[in-house]
């Protein structure tokens, strides 16, 4: 399975950003997207997955009022819309396939997951 993530950029605060991750290779391999990000010296952190079967959705609390994840299977892409930004956002922004389902409170941990892309920088900036 491979993963491409694109969309990063440059944003201002309050503006908004779509990240896409692109997923190609052996389809059957993965039940689980989910989005990490990374900013400099911090651990990456879980920010939403959904499920590639059933479209169960999480998104991590400090961000579930403003970024959405959906997926569209003909295209076998997930997106994340990251909306109303903040500079807290700011981040190296990773999609990663698991082989199992978005399991509530278990999705957010990297370790689950078996499939990494490259990451797309996001800079929130004024």
């Known amino acids: 399975v491979q993963l491409q993530a694109s969309g990063g950029g440059l944003v201002q605060p309050g503006g908004s950003l779509r990240l896409s991750c692109t997923v190609s290779?052996?389809?059957?391999?993965?039940?689980?997207i989910g989005w990490f990000r990374q900013a400099p010296s911090t651990e990456r952190e879980g920010v939403a997955c959904i499920s590639r079967r059933d479209g169960t959705k999480f998104v991590t609390y400090p961000v579930k009022d403003r970024f959405t994840i959906s997926g569209d299977a003909a295209k076998n892409a997930v997106y994340l819309q990251m909306d109303r930004m903040k500079f807290e956002d700011a981040a190296v922004y990773y999609c990663?396939?698991?082989?199992?389902?978005?399991?509530?409170?278990?999705?957010?941990?990297?370790?689950?997951?078996?499939?990494w892309g490259r990451g797309t920088e996001v800079t929130v900036s004024s």
């Open positions: 990663a396939a698991g082989r199992r389902a978005c399991v509530r409170g278990v999705w957010v941990l990297p370790r689950k997951y078996h499939y």
């Open positions: 290779g052996r389809l059957s391999d993965y039940y689980g």
